[in-house]
């Protein structure tokens, strides 16, 4: 069973990069795409952005000036790191795998995400 | 930017009754709309995705259905373990959107 965890920093100063990594365990990142997503508190859920194990990328137009995300499959983990951070930026964040179907032309991919890791959250502050 | 609106906000009701759960989206999302929980301090799980298709695992009780800008997360029958919060998501236009959730409480 594919388990996802949100590693970094739990704290990040004002016009700092966050940087988060998430490590898949009990199971390959190969031949997946695999998501970022965010909570501030008390609020709604916010769409990040996606990178493919190949590396290609996909992220929120409101968010693309200040976001990567990168993966290192010789690690199993993919990164995200969201630079100029202000105190709006902090939130849980969560990572999380797109689910993948196959039919007889072969694997395809539709962004629902499931499973989803625990979630770290992390402050914006001085 | 699809929005997507939940009512109502929360929801207050036994165990045994049945839940219905609306999202509405600002435009039509068509069949790609799909449903989540999130139980304090968890992470969210996948219930429903394309409108009605249940996620492994999750037990029939629950049902999607709707198409279009009108969606409902039914219920049947509320377990303990089934009061959370339920957001909805659209993946018809990206960036994919969220609800903001629907609390279903214990009455």
């Known amino acids: 069973q594919v388990q996802l965890q949100e590693s970094g920093p739990g704290l990040v100063k004002p016009s700092e990069t966050l940087s988060l990594t998430c490590t898949v365990s009990?199971?390959?990142?190969?031949?997946?795409?695999w998501s970022w997503i965010r909570q501030p508190p008390g609020k709604g859920l916010e769409w990040i952005g996606y990178i493919y194990y190949s590396g290609s990328t996909n992220y929120n137009p409101s968010l693309k000036s200040r976001v990567t995300i990168s993966v290192d499959t010789s690690k199993n983990q993919f990164s995200l790191k969201l630079s100029s951070v202000t105190a709006a930026d902090t939130a849980v964040y969560y990572c999380?795998?797109?689910?993948?179907?196959?039919?007889?032309?072969?694997?395809?991919?539709?962004?629902?995400?499931?499973?989803w890791g625990q979630g770290t959250l992390v402050t914006v502050s001085s | 930017e699809i929005v997507l609106t939940q009512s109502p906000a929360t929801l207050s009701l036994s165990p045994g009754e049945r839940a219905t759960l609306s999202c509405r989206a600002s435009q039509s999302v068509s069949s790609y709309l799909a449903w989540y929980q999130q139980k304090p301090g968890q992470a969210p799980r996948l219930l429903i995705y394309d409108a009605s298709n249940r996620a492994t695992g999750i037990p029939a009780r629950f049902s999607g259905s709707g198409s279009g800008t009108d969606f409902t997360l039914t219920i049947s029958s509320l377990e303990p373990e089934d009061f959370a919060v339920y957001y909805c998501q659209q993946r018809s236009n990206w960036p994919d959107t969220f609800g903001q959730g629907t609390k279903l409480e214990i009455k």
């Open positions: 009990g199971g390959s990142i190969s031949s997946y795409y």
């Open positions: 999380a795998r797109m689910l993948r179907f196959y039919d007889s032309s072969g694997y395809y991919y539709v962004r629902w995400f499931d499973p």
